[in-house]
């Protein structure tokens, strides 16, 4: 990905490259952390939540901790918005990158342009999840996953 100029070497590169790609699946896991987590609508709402007895790893902080040096994960631990945090740290890489001649224009662009459609791609995600649904959709949605079960189970037993 990086060219290698005057004063790098194969470790050098191969470092900040490291650095780039563990940083992105860091987003990718607080993102989805972050999407996992509950919202002001599902807290005191009387509207019915069903249960799928679904293991949650919104406590799994670890998750992105492997990818990330200790400093900046303790940096954007205390963030409200861990995710976004990491794409500004991942743009302001791009940019030491581009001043120390690692990357061209046309790289930094088109990578700062992936950045921008990441933050749009996550936008759209936390507003489907702070979209409060009513709660005939809740219950019937159980009801049919509950049917759905039901009937793999019998169907189980009919083969024995």
Partial sequence: MLERPEGYDEQAIHSINRRLIYRHMAYINALRLQL????????????????????????????????????????????????????RHQGDE??????????????????????EVFYELQGKCERIKNTPFPRQYAYFSSIFVNIFNLDHALENLLRI
């Avoid at 791009?94 to 950045?115: E, N, V, W």
């Fill in 94 to 115: 791009l940019a030491q990158l581009r001043k120390k001649g690692l990357i061209d224009s046309f790289q930094h662009t088109d990578m700062m342009h992936s950045i």
């Fill in 36 to 87: 996992r987590t509950t919202t002001i609508h599902d807290r005191g709402n009387p509207s019915y939540t069903p249960d799928f007895k679904l293991t949650n790893d919104s406590e799994c902080k670890e998750c992105v901790l492997w990818f990330l040096e200790d400093n900046e994960y303790a940096d954007i631990i205390t963030k409200v918005n861990g995710a976004t945090q990491l794409l």
